[in-house]
């Protein structure tokens, strides 16, 4: 009997041991799950300079630089470029404006020979050249507009261009140069207005600097049939403040 009251308040014990126990942890505090965490978002907007470098090709009117008097004719041109550029724009959810200007040295030459016409006829005192020439340095001021995916960037671009060209030529056959009512100077260069336009990508790789691949077509304006374009394809790199 004695056993078995003993057993009896031994589970009763028990019992009421564990029953304080949960009565203890039910009134601890329970610690909150951890808010989760959010995605950087990335933000376009501000100023920003960079550098960038590439290759242009294209076709160029020799005689332009010398006068406009002549026929249009044509010689194919390449090489490249490095230089810098300076920009601002604004992002407003998907959507990115902003302005963009550059100044590239260039190294873009063609060479050839060309017998100079007016209305496709030869000139009094017919004159053959061996020309060669240079676009030197290209600048550019241009819009941009395009749409940011977080860190990427696909744009379009426009605006205007500023192209230094010069020309040097040598007579082969007939007059020499030099003649005048011919050709008085053989030797010529100067900045040409014309227009740009362009597709690129950029891809931020910090919050701060951003790398970009873009194609520019660069047509220098003049008189008549103009032949003066220039295919660029250029990469950069940009530091945003």
Known sequence: ???????????????????????NAADLPVKAAPAPVMAQVYNWTGFYVGANGGYGLGTQDPLTPFSNRFDRTSFNINGGMIGGTVGAQI?????????????????????GIST???????????????IATNTSAIGTARMRAGVAMNNWL???????????SSANGTSI??????????????SASAWRPG?????GAEWGFTQNWTAKLEYLYVDVLGTGANTDHINIVRAGINYRF
């Open 195 to 199: 227009l740009a336009a362009g597709l």
């Open 154 to 164: 696909f744009y379009a671009t426009g605006g205007a261009a500023f192209v230094k």
């Open 91 to 111: 992002q407003q959810g998907y959507v990115l404006l902003g302005i963009e200007g550059d100044l590239d040295w260039a190294n873009i030459k063609g060479n």
């Open 116 to 130: 100079p016409t007016i209305g496709g006829g030869p000139l009094a005192q017919p004159i053959t050249l061996n």
């Open 1 to 23: 009997m004695n056993s078995f009251f003993k057993s009896t308040g031994s589970a009763a014990f028990m019992l009421l041991a564990t029953a304080a126990v949960s009565a």
């Open 173 to 186: 056959a007939g007059v020499p140069c030099g003649t005048v009512g011919v050709l008085p100077n053989c």
